[in-house]
């Protein structure tokens, strides 16, 4: 967050490179935790941390929650609300989409230095989140990544991508292949 804050009050912004190997890293740990059966429950760009070599790293497990199940939903409102899914806001019952949806909100606020959905109060914010335009992002970024955002900022959970599918994303594939040159090289 303290870099995305860093490039906004600059004027900059990051690399579609540098966004999807964040990005890719970023939904390699919540695939992990998901097939722990752990819904995180709180992402957003301030529970993310880079390490010394520029690598991200998800953290700030306070209200994840074990789930039985991998269909089992948890119904208790949480999480940060720029961040909220729309079944959060709806008050319905919640599973690993809405983990999906904190994620397009990341992926959006990296590329465009500001949150997707904002509001002066919660109550306008939840209205924007349920039923105002879903932001696009700009066409400085590949059709790829502008469509892969917009996946996973559906309003309709069951239509969201899990982790491993975005995964699959020949996009997300292409950064997956250039972090492992990147391990060949150093060993």
């Known amino acids: 967050s303290e870099r995305i804050k860093k490039n906004r009050q600059s004027g900059r912004h990051f690399a579609q490179d540098q966004i999807l190997r ?3 890293q970023s939904v390699l740990a919540l ?7 752990i819904l995180h429950r709180d992402l957003k760009s301030g529970n993310f941390f880079l390490s010394k070599s520029g690598n991200i790293k998800m953290g ?3 209200i994840a929650k074990v789930l039985e199940c991998t269909a089992a ?11 909220l899914s ?10 690993w989409g809405s983990d ?7 992926l959006y606020e990296m590329c465009a230095n500001r949150v997707p959905f904002d509001a002066p109060d919660l109550k306008t914010l939840i209205k924007k989140i349920t039923q105002g335009p879903t932001p696009e992002l ?11 955002q917009k996946e996973l900022l559906e309003r309709d959970a069951a239509k969201r991508p899990a982790a ?16 492992l040159e990147e391990v060949k090289k150093e060993e």
């Not at 939903?73 to 961040?83: D, K, L, R």
């Not at 700009?138 to 892969?148: C, F, I, Q």
């Not at 599918?165 to 972090?179: D, G, S």
């Open 22 to 24: 964040w990005f890719t």
């Open 31 to 37: 695939k992990y935790i998901h097939d722990m059966h």
């Open 60 to 62: 700030d497990f306070g």
């Open 73 to 83: 939903c948890a119904q208790t409102q949480i999480g940060t609300p720029y961040y």
């Open 86 to 95: 729309p079944e959060i806001c709806h008050g319905k019952p919640y599973g």
């Open 100 to 106: 999906i949806w904190s994620m397009g909100c990341i």
């Open 138 to 148: 700009s066409e400085s970024y590949s059709p790829e990544l502008r469509v892969l």
């Open 164 to 179: 491993a599918e975005i995964l699959k994303k020949p996009l997300v594939q292409e950064a997956v292949r250039k972090m």
